[in-house]
C-alpha cells in the first residue's frame, strides 16, 4: 500500500497539512472518537488543548496499530474541536508537533479538517480525532 500526499500549486500554501493524498489499497481503517483519556478512562490534560490534541493522536495511533496501520497509512484527519477559535492554532499546533515524531505522524500532516463544534460528548473533552487509513 501507498499514500502519496500532496500540495498541489494554486492552492493555499503553506498550510500544516497536505491538500491531497492519492492511496492504493484495498483494506479500508476507519478509526473514531479518539479522545484524551487513558486506557483507563481517565482524563488527561484537562483544560489544556495542547495536551488534548497530543494524548488523542496517541489513542489514535493506539487504534491504527490496533488494525495493523500506522500514520504512514493515513488519507485523512478529522479533527473536532470545542469553542474553536483561530487563535487556538498555536496551542492545536504545538500538540501535534510535540507527539508527532513518537507516533510517526509526518508533517505536514495528511489530508485534515478541523472543526469548530460546540460541545463534544463529554464537558472535558477539547477534542477529538478521526483517521482514515488505506491498506493492501
Same mark, same amino acid.
Given at each position: #500500500?501507498? +499514500?502519496?500526499?500532496?500540495?498541489?500549486? /494554486?492552492?493555499? &500554501?503553506?498550510?500544516?497539512?497536505?491538500?491531497?493524498?492519492?492511496?492504493?489499497?484495498?483494506?479500508?481503517?476507519?478509526?473514531? /472518537? &479518539?479522545? !484524551?483519556?487513558?486506557?483507563?478512562?481517565?482524563?488527561?490534560?484537562?483544560?489544556?488543548?495542547?495536551? &488534548?490534541?497530543? @494524548?488523542?493522536?496517541?489513542?489514535?495511533?493506539?487504534?491504527? !496499530?490496533?488494525?495493523?496501520?500506522?500514520? !504512514?497509512?493515513?488519507?485523512?484527519?478529522?479533527?473536532?474541536?470545542? @469553542?474553536?477559535?483561530?487563535?487556538?492554532?498555536?496551542?492545536? #499546533?504545538? /500538540?501535534?508537533?510535540?507527539? !508527532?515524531?513518537?507516533?510517526?505522524?509526518?508533517?505536514?500532516?495528511?489530508?485534515?479538517?478541523?472543526? /469548530?463544534?460546540?460541545?463534544?460528548?463529554?464537558?472535558?473533552?477539547?477534542?477529538? +480525532?478521526?483517521?482514515?487509513?488505506?491498506?493492501?
Amino acid at each position: #500500500m501507498t +499514500v502519496n500526499t500532496f500540495s498541489p500549486d /494554486g492552492l493555499l &500554501q503553506p498550510v500544516p497539512y497536505h491538500h491531497v493524498s492519492v492511496a492504493t489499497g484495498t483494506r479500508h481503517v476507519h478509526v473514531a /472518537g &479518539q479522545i !484524551a483519556r487513558d486506557a483507563d478512562g481517565g482524563h488527561v490534560a484537562t483544560g489544556d488543548l495542547s495536551g &488534548q490534541v497530543e @494524548q488523542a493522536l496517541r489513542n489514535a495511533a493506539r487504534a491504527l !496499530a490496533g488494525a495493523g496501520a500506522t500514520f !504512514a497509512d493515513v488519507v485523512r484527519l478529522r479533527f473536532f474541536v470545542t @469553542q474553536w477559535r483561530p487563535e487556538h492554532m498555536d496551542a492545536f #499546533m504545538q /500538540g501535534v508537533e510535540k507527539v !508527532a515524531e513518537d507516533i510517526g505522524l509526518e508533517l505536514p500532516l495528511p489530508p485534515a479538517s478541523l472543526i /469548530g463544534v460546540d460541545i463534544l460528548f463529554e464537558p472535558d473533552v477539547l477534542v477529538e +480525532v478521526e483517521a482514515y487509513a488505506l491498506l493492501d
